[in-house]
């Protein structure tokens, strides 16, 4: 990259790049441009790109009309939740395979991995009449523990590959010295495993945030998160433009700020480690 | 340095995680397996003979099967098409050096952090709807006449609306395989005079094989099970000219309460996803010993 192009042909690529991302940014564009004008100005002909009256009234209406911040909440208890018990059983999987592998350790990665390729539709009904039977159908729990079973091995995995860059010399220099696995832990390999960890969290809170197989047919309003709240909008009597452009921006916004920030482990976690 | 004891604390640290992935793989789908076995309605629950196999030809003869086969495969292939290509020739574009660089790479990024219910419906209403979408006002303004996205191309609708949640994806993947391409390599080629087409097929192309192939791999395991974005927007219709297998398996169950034949599909479903899952898993496999 550090070579050296003409100006002209600079210019000529970076129109170009422009245009391309411009147009595939576009309906996220529009969808936020829109969500500011009024519901007449959302479906003027010809339409109104940024010469219209900004309002914040679409926001306030999908609050007290819809109770956003319910859902929200629930997107949020979802995806933390189920991201917090996948760590909580993850970590350690995955710390013992990559410090302590076994002839097996590689056999067990890959059955992992061909867990989540189990289509979601061959297990849903015995899972949906279970959630019936136990009372967890619409219910945060049930939907914290099927998010966190889908996105397990995708979690060891990604932990995988991280802790088995962190060098075992150093595990043994630190044991020379006399550390005992508490402090081994604590002390030397916590602080190297915390920036492999954060990125596993960013992606996972991602998936979970926009899981729509699950979470659209396992709850109805109680436990519903984002992804079903904005599926109610799909009925004809849903089709106020502008207030659907509310809450899509509503619902993206956190999501996309986070995505943006963890886009380079997101690569990394979606291969299984295979691209880096 | 392993001691009998490190390998048994090792054993004990992944005991949790192997055990439930365990149970979560084995004891649904044996549910699912003997479910399909079962004359099983939701309407009758209570007497559930077994048919052996009926269930399975109900299933195989339905002719909305051999539509959602053809509906999934024409998704899959049309969806992988568009990401590859496309993927292709915007990860080389975003590999040159131009101005604001990093910021066009989270625009392109973008879309594939929208929630696949938010993507159909801003699809469906805003840029495909015949009247009000810019789509339609687009080509209104150039003279063409706007169709009707959702009732007269349904398929080739969620294929654009699928497609473009996944472009951000295979460009991504594909852009960090093309900045690991080193530049001596491409340099020697330039200086014995090969030209930028010839560069591209027989160097560019080769060193992205294995990232193609991961592409294709993960995101036909994705694709297969595509559906929320059938849901918001045209429900499988027309008839079933827009049902995959996942949405016509989970309407067998959820709209018309035939837990024997949706178990059946189902089980349809994990055999044609356990095929392209081989090929994934030797590719990964294969790059763990590396």
Known sequence: MARNVSPGRKIGTTVLAWFVGLVIFFPILWTFLTSFKTELQAISIPPVFVGFDWTLENYQTIQTQSNYLHFMMNSIYLSLGSTALGLIVAVPAAWAMAFSPTKRTKDVLLWMLSTKMLPAVGVLIPVYLMFIRFGLLDSRLGLIVVLFLINLPIIVWMLYTYFKEIPGEILEAARMDGANLRKEITQVLAPMAVPGIASTVLLNVILSWNEAFWTLNLTTSNAAPLTAFIASFSSPQGNFYAKLSAASMLAIAPILIVGWFSQKQLVRGLTFGAVK | ?290
């Open chain 2, 1 to 290: 340095m392993a001691t009998l004891h490190t390998k048994n604390a090792a054993r004990a640290m992944m005991a949790p995680a192997v055990i439930v992935l365990l149970i979560w793989m084995i004891v649904p789908l044996a549910m699912t397996l003997y479910f399909s076995t079962l004359n099983y309605t939701l309407y009758n629950p209570f007497s559930t003979p077994f048919v052996g196999f009926e269930n399975y030809s109900y299933f195989l003869n339905d002719p909305t099967f051999l539509a959602a086969l053809a509906n999934t495969l024409v998704l899959v292939l049309g969806v992988l098409a568009i990401t590859v290509g496309g993927g292709i020739l915007i990860a080389l574009l975003l590999d040159q050096d131009f101005y604001g660089v990093n910021i066009v790479r989270l625009l392109v990024i973008a879309p594939f952090f929208v929630m696949p219910t938010v993507a159909a419906l801003v699809w469906k209403n805003m840029m495909m709807n015949p009247v009000y979408g810019v789509i339609g006002q687009f080509l209104q303004a150039l003279g063409i006449a706007p169709i009707d996205w959702m009732t007269d191309v349904p398929l080739l609708s969620i294929v654009i609306i699928v497609a473009w949640q996944w472009l951000p994806f295979a460009t991504l993947i594909l852009l960090t395989a093309l900045q690991s391409l080193s530049m001596d390599q491409k340099e020697a080629a330039e200086m014995d005079g090969a030209g930028a087409l010839s560069i591209f097929w027989y160097i560019t192309l080769p060193h992205m094989s294995r990232a193609i192939t991961v592409v294709i791999l993960i995101q036909t395991i994705f694709l297969l099970s595509i559906y929320a974005e059938i849901l918001v927007t045209t429900q499988g219709g027309p008839g079933s000219q827009s049902t995959n297998i996942t949405y016509l398996v989970a309407q067998q169950a959820t709209s018309y309460g035939d837990i024997g034949a949706a178990s059946a599909g189902g089980i349809v479903a994990v055999i044609l996803a356990n095929i392209v899952a081989i090929f994934l898993v030797r590719l990964i496999g294969k790059n763990l010993d590396a």
